[in-house]
């Protein structure tokens, strides 16, 4: 196979979901039209499995969550599709965000009775600011849910996204009985039983054919035609470019643990989602998928996945040309000349040796090369991909060493783990000694930076608690001197971030939007200021 056809036939996604809303699920379902059956029962076992495994951290041991987050690749109909596992419990993370620059597409699984929720918007609003496109599956429809047009009223009005539903419920809760496929007019019959029942789709001139209408209770009928007629009038009109740009978001209503509409959705999905593109770099230029050199870059580092080892896998995302076992490449982002011999698949536990990968594919590059979040690795020095952006963390501590002989290691330590991004730190501003404060997207981050410390630097750290919950980066066209303590609300604090960037740290939402309400000309955002710039290019 050429590499332009290995690339034509990949897909590389992730499923953005609030927990609970049925990602596992979901995903374990897909992996069953892919073949990989037997794996697939991992996928949840990975959750229950975790207290016997002997190689994984202790802290996760204890906690009986997952710290890493699984690549799965599994080939169906003729594609090679890479899943890339967003952590999404306890364990969410600025990783979830990361993970979310290396894929092409998303899933955004909601729950029906819910509709939208934090964790899901917040995820969402990373993908669109990429403009890549992003499939809904509202799930749970054997259940009661929420009217289904009020669920697409709420995707249009608060992620302000048009949504187009592909397929539409007939009926919900108990009297679910199926979908209806409005592309290719065609009726899914939902039928109650354990794992799901697979049941031909039948085709029908319109949903007034007495297949439907006899199936229906004479309300739902009425309720199902009004709907579909609203839409097919009042609603978003159908364009694949739409979807490609993430303008509009295709809709499929099922059940993901009975096996309903998921393959209606997957197959979709690799109809309307596109191949690996072009990736722009630093210096504005478009590098292409089938460009000759090999490139890619890290979006996530994880740490001890094997303690009787010590080892990182750092996780590359193929841009470009093909990637070989042995390959020599430059890492673009410090200048270091290295082979890489140690590349792995990983599939939860299980690792298994690349010997090639093309754009789209995920690379495990297992060892102790101190790579950063964000390096480029390429056969052509002259690329260098832009940095992976900073999101604005939500929790904050103080770290101090205990013990102050020992201050080398605990600083060589965290210095190292904050080049892996495990967490940001801040230096506080206007205060009369050095004070550093850590930030992270989700908690369990802090807990990571101690026990690694301990472990790997053996480094005692403490932490104490702040008053911050929020922060956001200032413009750099703000003068520091405009920052003063009369101009912050009571609490918040002036700091630089490891870029010296300065950064308002907040102690709630009410403070920031007070803030933001009485100073309009202080431009504060939630990514630094220069990646929004970079964004638009
Ligand atoms: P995750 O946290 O998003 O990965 O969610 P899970 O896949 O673990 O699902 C959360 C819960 O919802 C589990 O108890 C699932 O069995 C349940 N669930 C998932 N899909 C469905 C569905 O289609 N219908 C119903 N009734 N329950 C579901």
Redesign the pocket.
């Known amino acids: 196979m050429s590499i332009k056809e290995e690339i034509t036939r990949r897909r590389t996604f992730a499923i953005i ?10 995903t374990e379902k897909f992996l069953l039209y892919g073949g990989a059956v037997q794996e697939a029962g991992s996928v ?1 076992a990975r ?1 229950k499995q975790r207290a016997s495994t002997s190689d994984w951290m202790e802290m996760e041991r204890k906690r009986g969550i997952s710290i890493t987050s699984t690549v799965l690749q599994f080939e169906y109909n003729g594609y090679k599709i890479n899943l890339l596992d967003t952590p ?2 306890e364990d969410f993370s600025e990783d979830t965000y990361r993970i979310l620059t290396a894929v092409d597409a998303v899933v955004m ?1 909601i729950d029906a009775a819910k509709g939208i929720e934090a964790q899901t918007r917040k995820l969402f609003e990373v993908c669109r600011k990429r403009n890549i496109p992003i499939f809904t599956f509202m ?5 009661p849910t929420r009217e289904p047009l009020e669920l697409l009223d709420e995707l249009e009005n608060v992620l302000k996204i048009g949504a187009y539903p592909i397929n539409w419920p007939l009926g919900t809760g108990m009297d679910f009985k199926g979908v209806f496929d409005r592309l290719n007019k065609e009726v899914h019959l939902f039928e109650r039983a354990v794992g799901g029942v697979f049941k031909a789709p039948v085709s029908i001139m319109d949903l007034k054919d007495p297949f439907v209408s006899e199936r229906l209770s004479e309300s739902t009928h009425k309720t199902v035609l009004e709907e579909i007629e609203m839409l097919d009038i009042a609603g978003e009109e159908f364009h694949p470019e739409r979807v490609f740009s993430g303008e509009i978001t295709p809709v499929f209503f ?5 096996n ?1 509409g998921v393959q209606l959705l997957l197959d979709n999905f690799l109809k309307y989602s596109l191949p690996p593109g072009s990736f722009t770099s630093l210096k504005g230029e478009t590098i292409l998928p089938e460009d000759e050199a090999f490139s890619g870059f890290i979006f996530k580092i994880q740490a001890n996945m094997d303690p009787r080892h010590r080892d990182r896998i750092a996780f590359l995302r193929v841009c470009s040309g093909k990637f070989v076992r042995n390959i020599n490449v430059t890492n673009a982002s410090t200048g270091k000349k290295i082979r890489l011999s140690n590349a792995h698949s990983v599939f939860g536990q299980q690792r298994e040796t690349v010997d090639e990968a093309f754009p789209g594919d995920i690379v495990g590059l297992i060892g102790n090369s101190n790579f950063g979040i964000g390096d480029t690795l390429t056969e052509n020095e002259a690329i260098v991909y832009k940095a992976i952006p900073q999101f604005a963390p939500e929790h904050f501590i103080y770290l101090n060493n205990p013990d102050t002989s020992n201050y080398k290691r605990f600083r060589d330590g965290l210095e190292q783990l904050l080049q892996e991004g495990v967490v940001q730190s801040f230096q506080l501003k206007n205060n009369y000694r050095e004070v550093t404060v850590l930030g992270a997207v989700g908690p369990l981050q802090f807990e990571v930076v101690q026990y690694r410390l301990k472990s790997e630097y053996n480094a005692e750290s403490v932490s104490e608690p702040t008053q911050w919950s929020l922060m956001r980066w200032v413009s750099p066209a703000i003068d520091e001197s405009e920052l003063t303590n009369h101009v912050l609300p009571v609490g918040a604090v002036l700091a630089g971030d490891n870029k010296g960037r300065n950064v308002i740290l907040f102690t709630s939402e009410w403070s920031l939007q007070h803030f933001m309400d009485k100073h309009p000309k202080i431009i504060i955002s939630d990514t630094p200021f220069e990646e929004l710039e970079a964004a638009k290019v």
């Not at 927990?19 to 699920?25: I, S, V």
């Not at 799930?139 to 259940?143: E, I, P, S, T």
């Not at 099922?254 to 009975?258: L, T």
């Open positions: 979901s609030h927990p609970d809303a049925g990602k596992t699920t979901l949840t959750k999404g419990h699984v799930n749970k429809l054997d259940r099922g059940s993901a643990m009975n309903f």
